[in-house]
């Protein structure tokens, strides 16, 4: 991955102070419409990073120093197994992307996220907190912790990877995490069936002490910067700007024309070096998407074309897992990005969504994504970039932005039609992806082909 490797070069001993900087305002709104709470701000061009919620990054991993002293004194506590969900989760926390949070929510920061969407510091300000970041234990767990005050997170291997202290149990109640979360309780929700519907009826909050960086060993690692990183990067690259990117998908020329065109219209703002974190999530996702693997090889691909500039482009992964949440999720999308710098973030048409598990319809409107993140308490300081929609252009052979005054001359390529283009090998109009980045797709799909006996093969990592 050489290419990809421009596009991120690790910086050692990232600093973790971030100087005061001005509150960000909304620009006036351009072309693409820059959603705003209240009425339009003239523009407001602050130099360095946007701070994190609550002034500083909640890091959580142990001091190098202090390491061993830890893995002893896990071993003498009561152990509580994470499953993969979970330790996406204690990845999550280490970092500080859920920053001022301090470790798995205890219940007044449980019933306050899922009531109120965020949580109230000790000096009285709000941050945004719109999903539940809990560990679930069930009846024997909670027997074995019994007094105790702290216990050890363990992995598959039972290997300590975490303790977690002053501790507080309470009743987990699934139906209303679900309710609420989702708006939903209809089967079929994926990580509701992944880590709730079989999970404990209790849940155990803390402070969390990791005992050294969460790492996966996929040859992957290196693309995975901590907050802390990525600021330190964005700091390298003299950024005045940080325009962050979601995707759990491959990059079509459609995101890379959205992408490149802000880019300039910040340029047009007054921002002289505005960089791209382009920020694929890499937790948990539904069977149907795309693996991570697969889609870091054909993001590398998009860069070696020319799709995107190595030199604007910061790619990393997002440790978050997926919830399929809609308007709740995106809320959680958009401020973890403001604890790694971004101070603006691009939001597509249903955002974080899914098909209703059971009635054939969205189970979100494609518009509330953006209009709750335009209104959503504790992002007021983040600018919010609705996308401007993308169709392929068959008079100019090229994806560009829909012209509504001649919609016979544009095709829209659903996700359903590219992927059965894909399966059957076959290619989408010219101009739709970079060749590169297509033929890693069709590979991907190429190995999930029915075996003789008519099963379907599980992914190789690409």
Not at 175 to 189: D, F, I, S, V, Y
Request: aromatic share 8%; hydrophobic share 35%; glycine share 8%.
């Amino acid at each position: 991955m050489a290419t990809m490797s421009k596009a991120l070069i690790k910086t050692p001993n990232p600093s973790h102070s971030f100087p005061k900087t001005h509150k960000t305002h909304f620009p006036k709104p351009l072309n693409f419409a820059l959603s705003s709470r209240s009425a339009p701000q003239k523009t407001r061009i602050s130099c360095g990073l946007i701070e994190p919620d609550g002034g500083k990054l909640v890091e959580l991993v142990v001091k190098e120093s202090q390491r061993d002293l830890k893995q002893r004194e896990a071993l003498s506590m009561p152990k509580i197994k994470l499953s993969q969900v979970d330790l996406e989760w204690v990845h999550v926390l280490s970092e500080g992307w859920a920053s001022p949070l301090g470790g798995f929510m205890r219940e007044s920061e449980f019933l306050q996220t899922l009531h109120f969407g965020c949580l109230r510091l000790a000096d009285g300000t709000f941050v945004n907190m719109s999903l539940p970041i809990v560990l679930a234990i069930d009846d024997d767990q909670k027997g074995r912790v019994g007094g105790s005050g702290s216990v050890a997170l363990v992995d598959s291997g039972d290997n300590p990877v975490a303790i977690l202290s002053n501790i507080e149990i309470y009743k987990h109640n699934k139906e209303e995490r679900t309710a609420r979360t989702w708006g939903c309780t209809a089967p079929g929700l994926p990580y509701v069936e992944e880590a709730i519907t079989n999970s404990g009826n209790w849940l155990i909050g803390g402070d969390l002490e990791v005992i050294k960086p969460i790492k996966y060993n996929d040859g992957l690692d290196r693309f995975r910067l901590s907050p802390a990183e990525l600021r330190e990067e964005f700091t390298r690259r003299d950024a005045d700007a940080v325009f962050a990117f979601q995707l759990r998908n491959p990059v079509h020329n459609g995101h890379a024309l959205l992408m490149t065109d802000t880019r300039r219209r910040l340029l047009e703002m007054g921002y002289k070096n505005p960089v791209l974190l382009l920020h694929p999530l890499g937790g948990y996702t539904k069977a149907d998407d795309v693996p991570l693997s697969w889609r870091m090889k054909q993001h590398e691909k998009v860069l070696e074309d020319g799709v995107l500039d190595p030199e604007t482009t910061v790619v990393s992964i997002f440790p978050s897992p997926m919830h399929y949440a809609g308007p709740t999720e995106v809320q959680w999308h958009a401020k973890a990005r403001i604890n790694a710098g971004a101070n603006f973030y691009i939001v597509g048409r249903d955002p974080a969504g899914m098909s209703h598990p059971v009635e054939k319809r969205d189970l979100y409107d494609a518009d509330h994504g953006k209009k709750v993140l335009s209104m959503a308490p504790g992002l007021e300081r983040l600018n919010i970039l609705p996308f401007k929609v993308a169709a392929y252009d068959k008079t100019q052979g090229k994806m560009a932005f829909f012209d509504p005054s001649r919609p016979q001359d544009f095709l829209f390529i659903s996700g359903t039609k590219m992927r059965t283009l894909a399966k059957n090998k076959e290619n989408p109009p010219d101009g739709f992806m970079c060749p590169g980045g297509w033929k890693v797709l069709v590979d991907y799909y190429d190995s999930l082909a029915p075996v003789e006996n008519g099963r379907v093969k599980q992914p190789v990592p690409a």
